[in-house]
């Protein structure tokens, strides 16, 4: 066989067997993405945090170490964002929903999100993906929300991430989502 088959084949066999590659999650692409009825994203309402200061932060961890302390994983933000207030909301057809919002960190090399409320009916998924679609975390369900009521995401790497919630329209009413922090 020619490379050319054996790479095609080799691709193949990826997608089918779930094995990551760039730009998917295990072969789940967010609606935003895929839906032809979604507006670009760029139409989608965006919630910017504070730039980070590298030089501040560079010298806080040096004399964090100094003092022995532990390594910081990230800096969090308080924010309050919600699927009522905030982001975009669109009607994909008679059945299904979109609510998607940019979160724009500039200055972050990774960006995860702790939703402080999260209730998601039976049919909703939640996502959270790099704007330009190169990191790509797996879908999140009402199981997959703690006993508290929230959710807490993998790191997504970039300064500019998207979360989305896909859901049945009818069930609209019944999502809280609340993102508190970024």
């Known amino acids: 066989r020619s490379s050319r088959s054996i790479s095609k084949l080799a691709l193949l066999l990826m997608l089918m067997t779930g094995i990551a590659t760039p730009g998917l999650s295990q072969g789940i692409d967010p609606i935003g ?14 919630l910017d945090v504070a730039a980070l200061d590298r030089t501040a932060i560079d010298a806080e961890d040096v004399r964090r170490r100094t003092n022995g302390d532990p390594a910081r994983f990230a800096i969090p933000y308080a924010v309050r964002a919600t699927t009522a207030a905030n982001g975009t909301w669109e009607a994909l057809d008679a059945t299904w929903s979109l609510w998607r919002l940019r979160v724009r960190a500039p200055g972050a090399s990774h960006v995860n999100l702790g939703f402080t409320t999260c209730v998601l009916p039976a049919t909703a998924r939640l996502m959270v993906y790099a704007a330009d679609y ?49």
Do not use: H, K
């Open 134 to 182: 190169s990191d790509i975390v797996r879908p999140f369900t009402a199981a997959d929300v703690s006993a508290n009521g929230e959710l807490w995401t993998p790191v997504v790497q970039g300064s500019e991430i998207v979360v989305e919630v896909y859901l049945q329209t009818a069930q609209r009413p019944q999502l809280q989502v609340t993102v508190g922090q970024v």
């Open 33 to 46: 993405r895929i839906d032809p009825r979604a507006q670009p994203l760029r139409q989608v309402a965006t």
